[in-house]
């Protein structure tokens, strides 16, 4: 009976062992991916912590920013202006487009304006010179005196 049966232990040992190797192997295999989830456990971990620290110096810095754009706004609400004006417009009467108005008028406005600074300054001239001329005239000794 040993006869018959001896073949088949044989058989059957052989399969044990390719089944330990089998086994030894799957666990070795389990034991590198464990070193791996582990790993990557660890560097989800630290890419939370840097996440976390990201976004306290993000809402930090956004804090900042919105501090610069009030301040800049108040430094603008406080500059003097430095723009021209115009006197003698009636409200609005630019309608939506300013600059088109000033570009249009403008031409028509500037000669009246250098016309009517001319006049002006010769106006002035001749009361200045007529001013001049008699109080020359009045402070001048008289001819008697000679």
Known sequence: MN?????????????????????????????????????????????QLAVREDRQSIAELQKQVNQLIMK???????????????VGLAEGSEGSNAAGYLKYNLAKWIPKW???TAMLRSTMLTAYTTTVDRTETALAPSSSVY
């Open 72 to 86: 800049t706004a108040d430094m603008e609400d406080r500059a003097p202006r430095k723009n021209g004006r115009l």
């Open 3 to 47: 006869s018959i049966l001896a073949p088949q232990l044989r058989l059957t040992k052989d399969d044990i062992e390719q089944t330990k190797k089998y086994v030894y192997g799957l666990k070795s295999n389990i034991e590198h991916q464990a070193k791996v989830v582990l790993k990557t456990h660890s560097h989800v971990d630290s890419l």
């Open 114 to 116: 250098i016309q009517q």
